[in-house]
């Protein structure tokens, strides 16, 4: 069969992966059609993309924007955006600063809940990478508080746990304008994380897509099939297109690997056809 993915991190944001590192990892895998889509950042979308050139893997330039719906975080992913568009970076540069303002009052809560850490710690570990909370769950994991990464974000990080911070965000308006400006196609990330509206889906989509949304990733990694069969049919319903992806990240996100989740999924190669046209006709346009 042929496989394809089209949500993945690379060390750009929070995965454990350099690009290179990921591209090879999908190729061994028999991914054809890989899609980087770190948050808030573009920067691992060059290596990536030559790197794809190099093995034979079709690299899609993607991005995941972080947005908020009434008082729930969505995200928004971004396909074939071009990463020069001169609208990106300041918008990207607002979103690093409310990671940068959040960040640090994250550590300092933990501080106050007994955990001996630094900011320095988990900056100088993530390196050049767009920092984000599996970074401080691993910063966590490090100094013993936790023994793994979800048992860092069920105790301390997750956003009904005592040291989660808010951030500011920009509203869904505003992630998936910005992605159509950049010539991208925007699409619901995990819809299954909408589920904590109190919103009905189909009119959250609804909604999304008079905003501009174009897609919704149906298939997902941690979604089961009554799930999947629910996201395709309300997607043929609306109008939008169909994705899918597995959010591979690498060692945040251990049992999860690129191409096939958590071992059954199968993101059909088919998806592309209409995902290229309309991407296509939104150029031409
Ligand atoms: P941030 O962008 O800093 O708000 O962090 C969000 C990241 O944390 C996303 O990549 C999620 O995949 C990851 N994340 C959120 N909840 C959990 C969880 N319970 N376990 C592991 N990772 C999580
Ligand atoms: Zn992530
Ligand atoms: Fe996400
Ligand atoms: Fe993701």
Redesign the pocket.
Known sequence: MVRIDLHA?TTAS?GSLTPEELVRLAKQQGVTTLAVTD?DTIAGLSQAMAEGEQVGVDVIPGIEI?CLYSDV?LHILGYFINPDDPHLEPALARYRAS?EDRNPRIVQRLQELGCTLTYAEVKAAAGTATV???HI?QALVRRGYVSS??EA??RY??DDAPAYMP?LLPSPAEAIGLIRQIGGIPVLAHPVYASRLKEPFEQVCATLKGLGLLGIEAIYSSHNRQQTDRYRSISRNQGLLVTGGS?F?GE??PNLLVGTGYGNLAVPAALLEPMKALAEARKEA
């Open positions: 991190h929070d948050h972080s975080e990671r984000g909370r599996p769950a990464v979800s974000f069920d990080l997750a951030r959010d990240h945040a996100k």
